[in-house]
């Protein structure tokens, strides 16, 4: 694959949950992503590889080499790459405070914006009291998850034959369940809480699949989103200021995820 010129290039990014190793990952907007856009510091908020998956069914299709081939030449060219392992790739955590390569692993970081103000940064499932009290729940979460993606797939290509939009049954399930509303809440709460007692003026995750980037607990909370359905990343401008990147829509990303699955089936 031949890497497009960078288009963009930012003070910091801030990526999570690629769940390379699954059918869900949407490779080919990551890769594109990652061809176009540069950064003097890059951190993977964790959630990179999906151990929990490979470790059911094995699937690495030579384009998912291909995305790490992209972060590990943007290290090798200068980029200050940070590791944050997250629970789908909780089997890095060993290696915290190494390197591996030219990244960095750490459980958790603090980074010093353009602005002076400093953000914790975290993956997050540590404040997940699902994933920290009852493991098998997650791992029964995280099997449901990948079957409302399933869901999706089907639903949208017989969708696309009436010619409507995209649109995610794992996303309208997740915002109409009055629990799974409640449990974002929480868990920013909790996320922004952890801010204030590192005594940051913010925090950048992952972890939900949620991406945000608000003040409403009167601290920044910067959640990543994914590269499953939302394709999104958060960046820092040279004067600390922090947006949202929305790379793909979602019937883009519906529509590589279909012929990605068309050419592995």
Same mark, same amino acid.
């Given at each position: 694959?031949?890497?497009?010129?960078?288009?963009?290039?930012?003070?910091?990014l801030?990526?999570?949950?690629?769940? !390379?190793?699954?059918?869900?990952?949407?490779?080919?907007?990551?890769t594109?992503?990652?061809?176009?856009?540069?950064?003097?510091?890059?951190?993977?908020?964790?959630?990179?590889?999906?151990?929990?998956?490979?470790?059911?069914?094995?699937?690495?299709?030579?384009?998912?080499?291909e995305?790490?081939r992209?972060?590990?030449? $943007?290290?090798?060219?200068?980029?200050?790459?940070? %590791?944050?392992?997250g629970?789908?790739?909780?089997?890095?955590?060993?290696?915290?405070?190494a390197?591996?390569?030219? #990244?960095?692993?750490?459980?958790?970081?603090?980074?010093?914006a353009?602005?002076?103000k400093?953000?914790?940064?975290?993956?997050?499932?540590?404040?997940?009291?699902?994933?920290?009290?009852a $493991?098998?729940l997650?791992?029964?979460?995280?099997h449901?998850?990948?079957?409302a !993606?399933?869901?999706?797939? !089907?639903m949208?290509?017989?969708g696309?034959?009436?010619?409507?939009? %995209?649109?995610?049954?794992?996303?309208?399930?997740?915002? $109409?369940? $009055?629990?799974?509303?409640? #449990?974002?809440?929480?868990?920013?709460t909790?996320?922004?809480?952890?801010?204030?007692?590192?005594?940051?003026?913010?925090?950048? +995750?992952?972890?939900?699949?949620k991406?945000?980037?608000?003040?409403?607990?009167?601290?920044? %909370?910067?959640?990543?989103?994914?590269?499953?359905?939302? +394709?999104?990343?958060?960046?820092e401008?040279?004067?600390?200021?922090?947006?949202?990147?929305?790379?793909?829509?979602?019937?883009?990303?519906?529509?590589?995820?279909?012929?990605?699955?068309?050419?592995?089936?």
């Amino acid at each position: 694959m031949t890497a497009t010129p960078v288009s963009r290039r930012y003070r910091t990014l801030f990526i999570s949950d690629l769940h !390379l190793g699954t059918r869900g990952c949407q490779v080919a907007q990551l890769t594109d992503f990652l061809s176009r856009h540069d950064a003097d510091t890059i951190y993977l908020v964790g959630d990179i590889i999906d151990g929990w998956q490979l470790h059911t069914a094995w699937y690495w299709p030579p384009s998912h080499t291909e995305a790490l081939r992209l972060l590990a030449a $943007k290290a090798s060219a200068g980029t200050r790459v940070v %590791y944050l392992p997250g629970n789908h790739d909780e089997f890095a955590r060993e290696y915290c405070g190494a390197r591996a390569g030219a #990244f960095e692993i750490t459980d958790r970081a603090i980074h010093d914006a353009a602005d002076g103000k400093r953000y914790l940064v975290v993956h997050g499932d540590c404040f997940d009291v699902v994933h920290g009290r009852a $493991k098998w729940l997650a791992y029964v979460g995280d099997h449901a998850y990948v079957a409302a !993606l399933a869901m999706n797939t !089907l639903m949208n290509r017989v969708g696309r034959l009436f010619g409507l939009p %995209y649109w995610s049954f794992s996303n309208w399930a997740k915002m $109409k369940v $009055k629990s799974a509303v409640n #449990f974002i809440g929480r868990y920013e709460t909790l996320l922004t809480t952890a801010a204030r007692e590192h005594s940051v003026d913010g925090v950048v +995750c992952g972890h939900i699949h949620k991406v945000a980037l608000h003040d409403d607990f009167g601290i920044t %909370y910067a959640n990543c989103g994914d590269w499953v359905e939302s +394709c999104t990343a958060v960046a820092e401008h040279d004067d600390g200021s922090m947006e949202i990147l929305r790379w793909a829509t979602a019937s883009e990303a519906a529509a590589v995820e279909a012929g990605v699955e068309e050419a592995v089936a």
